[in-house]
T-cell receptor, first 113, second 119 residues
Framework: DGGITQSPKYLFRKEGQNVTLSCEQN?????MYWYRQDPGQGLRLIYY???????QKGDIAEGYSVSREKKESFPLTVTSAQKNPTAFYLC????????????FGSGTQLSVL | AQKITQTQPGMFVQEKEAVTLDCTYD???????LFWYKQPSSGEMIFLIY??????QNATEGRYSLNFQKARKSANLVISASQLGDSAMYFC????????????????FGQGTILTVHP
């Protein structure tokens, strides 16, 4: 089945630690995105990528980093500089078309120990 | 200023009845798109319906329809014949600058509305 796979489902971070969230898609989509969702809130864009080896900052990129070495993969690293990392992280992908919907993964819940 | 406003934190509806979830938006861009997503307790975001700013007719997808009032900048979601499985969080989202080619995927989301369907 085609789709987006996020792992792990739950992740815990210790103080000062970097952690990486995985996102893989087999939909052959060019564009991939990372969103953050806080409890009871909407989604906010962290980073997005429209092509391999290129990515742009979203609205809340500070404390996060990404890479796009392969079309299928767009991992997100939550660095120690992100002081409030506890949130639900959603990865999405889409084709490059103005009215095209985003397909989302099932998310990763990150908590601080 | 909020680009997407959903003023109803929670809504209740009886099974088999219709419900309207409100969404107002703010943009000066003439070319934009409006999306509605459903988020069940599992967390995954499910696309429901899309309306483009230049679309002449209101969008419909099965039991979902979008009441698009451009002058009022509102894009309310109407769910007809509610089912228990419709209980979820619903998000309205907007993409601006559709003709510029630089806004792909950059959706701005509202705060969401929790819908509870009672049997």
């Amino acid at each position: 089945d085609g789709g987006i796979t996020q792992s792990p489902k739950y992740l815990f971070r210790k103080e000062g630690q970097n952690v990486t969230l995985s996102c893989e898609q087999n939909l052959n989509h060019d564009a991939m995105y990372w969103y953050r969702q806080d409890p009871g809130q909407g989604l906010r864009l962290i980073y997005y990528s429209q092509i391999v080896n290129d990515f742009q900052k979203g609205d809340i990129a500070e404390g996060y980093s990404v890479s796009r070495e392969k079309k299928e993969s767009f991992p997100l690293t939550v660095t120690s500089a992100q002081k409030n990392p506890t949130a639900f992280y959603l990865c999405a992908s889409s084709i490059l078309s103005a009215n095209e919907k985003l397909f989302f993964g099932s998310g990763t819940q990150l908590s601080v120990l | 200023a909020q680009k997407i406003t959903q003023t109803q934190p929670g809504m209740f509806v009886q099974e088999k009845e219709a419900v309207t979830l409100d969404c107002t938006y703010d943009t000066s861009d003439p070319s934009y798109g409006l999306f509605w997503y459903k988020q069940p307790s599992s967390g995954e975001m499910i696309f429901l319906i899309y309306q483009g700013s230049y679309d002449q007719q209101n969008a419909t997808e099965g039991r979902y329809s979008l009441n698009f009032q451009k002058a009022r900048k509102s894009a309310n979601l109407v769910i007809s014949a509610s089912q228990l499985g419709d209980s979820a969080m619903y998000f309205c989202a907007m993409r601006e600058g559709l003709t510029g080619g630089t806004s792909y995927g950059k959706l701005t989301f509202g705060q969401g509305t929790i819908l509870t369907v009672h049997p």
